[in-house]
């Protein structure tokens, strides 16, 4: 490995606080102040007096000023940023078109250090999340019964939604803390009940802290696959929990992995797929309008907004779409046109799944199998129920289940 030349260290990235430059070291206060090219936020720009660098605010979308910023190589550039950049900060943005050589960082205590601090809590015991640009759902799937998170507010309405949000979900009892312009003169810490949410005026520069405390009828996530069929609304096209939690195994799903879910039906198995880690991906086939809108329901509900779904037909509708990590084929089974293009496109290494409950999809399984070998099982249920006065078996369908690995 070569040395790093800290020369060529062109760019800064000054993290600041709501104490501006009193709370900066001395040597990122120096670095702030030899910039010749200063680019921030409005409220970040407004904490420099005015000087000899020129400046640059950025616009509505950062991506845009990014061109700005590399043609200004070779000059000593620095971006103010909150607290610590590179934690949901535009450091990361940065690094995705600077090379990481090129650029020092000076950060400063983040939003969620100051507010662990202010509570006491134990910051590593705690799921730091930003609602920062992205759908309030995705709190969800860490609202867990004595859960403690942290969250990058939106604006000032982000704490009432979250309130509204836990209290639908059966977690009314639970405490939140607003935690409004930290670490500045005009800090507040303001406390309220999820289902009793009554402050107002919140600060739009504020982090939500949550005790997550279930009431009688919560109704958290399990963090098992296969949850309840209740959590889905459906038609009657859903795989059934057993043989959901058997399919999610198969399927093997780890970190930042696509998946493609052929035959969306309900959503179920992208839905649990999404669930496994904040950082997958799903992409959900489904040809019938009606299914897809109400699989987009469930999977809102369920907090895994991020779900894609494509309308139409396979293997038409894969077209053009990222090469998946896996596969799912729910729907379609029988159709050999299906499965050679889910299986051209799957990359190796990656799995395949498919069920099938008719005898000729189960025959065209075990056609599969002799092609390119796997795992053929069939899994059984049955369910106890009402026979008169008494109770008896009552069988569904076998599921034939062939899964297999690509060289």
């Not at 730091?128 to 860490?142: A, C, D, F, Y």
Request: aromatic fraction near 6%; hydrophobic fraction near 50%; glycine fraction near 10%.
């Amino acid at each position: 490995m070569s040395a790093i030349n800290h020369s060529q260290r062109w760019l800064s990235i000054v993290g600041i606080g709501e104490d501006g430059l009193a709370g900066l070291s001395p040597i990122a206060a120096a670095v702030v102040a030899q910039a010749e090219l200063l680019v921030g936020g409005a409220r970040h720009l407004a904490m420099v007096s005015a000087g000899s660098a020129e400046r640059l605010a950025w616009p509505p979308l950062l991506s845009g000023a990014i061109a700005e910023i590399e043609a200004a190589r070779g000059r000593r550039v620095v971006v103010l940023a909150s607290g610590d950049p590179f934690l949901w900060g535009v450091g990361v943005t940065l690094a995705r078109s600077i090379p990481a050589e090129e650029i020092a960082c000076y950060p400063a205590p983040s939003s969620f250090a100051l507010a662990a601090a202010r509570l006491g809590w134990a910051q590593q015991d705690c799921a730091l999340i930003s609602l920062h640009g992205r759908p309030l759902e995705t709190l969800v799937p860490h609202v867990q019964p004595g859960a403690r998170i942290l969250a990058l507010s939106w604006d000032g309405k982000t704490p009432a939604r979250a309130a509204e949000r836990l209290t639908a979900m059966g977690f009314g009892p639970s405490r939140l803390i607003v935690l409004e312009r930290m670490g500045g003169p005009n800090e507040v810490i303001r406390t309220a009940r999820a289902d009793t949410f009554d402050l107002r005026d919140v600060d739009p520069l504020n982090v939500l802290a949550i005790e997550a405390m279930p009431g009688l009828e919560a109704r958290p996530l399990p963090l098992t696959a296969g949850l309840p069929d209740e959590f889905f609304e459906n038609d009657g096209q859903l795989t059934k929990r057993e043989i959901r939690a058997v399919t999610l195994s198969a399927l093997h799903p780890l970190k930042g992995e696509l998946l493609w879910d052929i035959g969306l039906g309900a959503g179920s198995i992208a839905i649990e797929w999404l669930l496994r880690h904040p950082a997958n991906r799903a992409i959900g086939i489904e040809e019938n309008a009606e299914r897809g809108a109400r699989a987009i329901v469930n999977a809102v509900n369920l907090g895994t907004p991020h779900l894609r779904i494509v309308h139409g037909a396979a293997p038409a509708a894969l077209e053009g779409l990222e090469a998946p990590d896996a596969v799912f084929i729910g729907g379609g089974v029988g159709d050999e046109a299906v499965f050679s293009a889910a299986w051209a496109a799957l990359k190796p290494g990656g799995r395949l799944v498919a069920n099938a409950i008719t005898l000729e999809s189960e025959q065209r399984l075990a056609q599969y199998f002799a092609r390119h070998g796997g795992s053929l099982i069939r899994v059984s249920v049955e369910r106890l129920v009402p026979v008169g006065s008494m109770h008896g078996w009552r069988p569904a369908m076998p599921v034939t289940q062939w899964s297999v690995v690509k060289p």
